[in-house]
């Protein structure tokens, strides 16, 4: 079994910035995708950007370009680097491992 452990999300003005992080732990010699997905209230989960064992990046639609995935040489920890965020960007942010697990979610509020 695999456990994800999210941090970092909070509160953040309009046009700021905010990394989180996801730490994996337990069957990790398992994992070979990790990613990040949000969920906006009232609107389904969505892909924000996943990243492969082999360092293969996908990105959901309209995210690549103030968004930033990485890792940290392995999978037991990644990162997603969030730019220029907007009120629209408001969401839980949850960390995924092969696309089955999930862990409990990060809130991210963009308001002034």
């Known amino acids: 079994q695999v456990q994800l452990v999210e941090s970092g999300g909070g509160l953040v003005q309009p046009g700021g910035s905010m990394r989180l992080s996801c730490v994996a732990s337990?069957?990790?010699?398992?994992?070979?995708?990790m990613g990040w997905y949000r969920q906006v209230a009232g609107k389904q989960r969505e892909l924000v950007a996943r990243i492969a064992y082999g360092g293969i990046t996908t990105y959901g639609d309209s995210f690549q370009d103030r968004f930033t995935i990485s890792r940290d040489g392995t999978l037991n920890q990644i990162y997603l680097q969030m730019n220029n965020l907007q009120p629209e960007d408001t969401a839980v942010y949850y960390c995924?491992?092969?696309?089955?697990?999930w862990g409990q979610g990060t809130q991210v509020t963009v308001s002034s």
């Open positions: 995924n491992a092969n696309s089955e697990i």
């Open positions: 337990g069957s990790i010699i398992t994992l070979y995708r």
